[in-house]
């Protein structure tokens, strides 16, 4: 099992940034993927980034050269960093880990951008 608690979601001005971390326990030597996902009102949830254990990471289109995604293996912890928001990034934030056995999701937390 895996636990995973976001933090660093808030309320910010379009052009803004903030920084999201997320911090895993538990059984994290089985981790091998770690990622952002992002579920806006009455929309899909959807990829923003996923980091591999290796370094490889893939990005969404729309957060291309705005979003960095990084692990920090001291701290079990993978962290979002998000500049030049826009106010169609306005959603609720997850963070998700993938085992060989199983993937496991947080809690959320909400980034509202405004206008």
């Known amino acids: 099992q895996v636990q995973l608690v976001e933090s660093g979601g808030g309320l910010v001005q379009a052009g803004g940034s903030l920084r999201l971390s997320c911090a895993a326990s538990?059984?994290?030597?089985?981790?091998?993927?770690w990622g952002w996902y992002r579920q806006a009102p009455e929309k899909e949830r959807e990829l923003v980034a996923r980091?591999?254990?290796?370094?490889?990471?893939n990005y969404a289109d729309s957060v291309k050269g705005r979003f960095t995604i990084s692990r920090d293996g001291a701290e079990n912890t993978v962290n979002l960093q998000m500049n030049s928001l826009k106010p169609e990034d306005t959603a609720v934030y997850y963070c998700?880990?993938?085992?060989?056995?199983?993937?496991?999701w947080g809690q959320g937390t909400q980034v509202t951008v405004s206008s």
């Open positions: 998700r880990v993938w085992t060989p056995r199983s993937d496991y």
């Open positions: 538990g059984s994290i030597f089985s981790i091998y993927r």
């Open positions: 980091i591999h254990t290796g370094g490889s990471t």
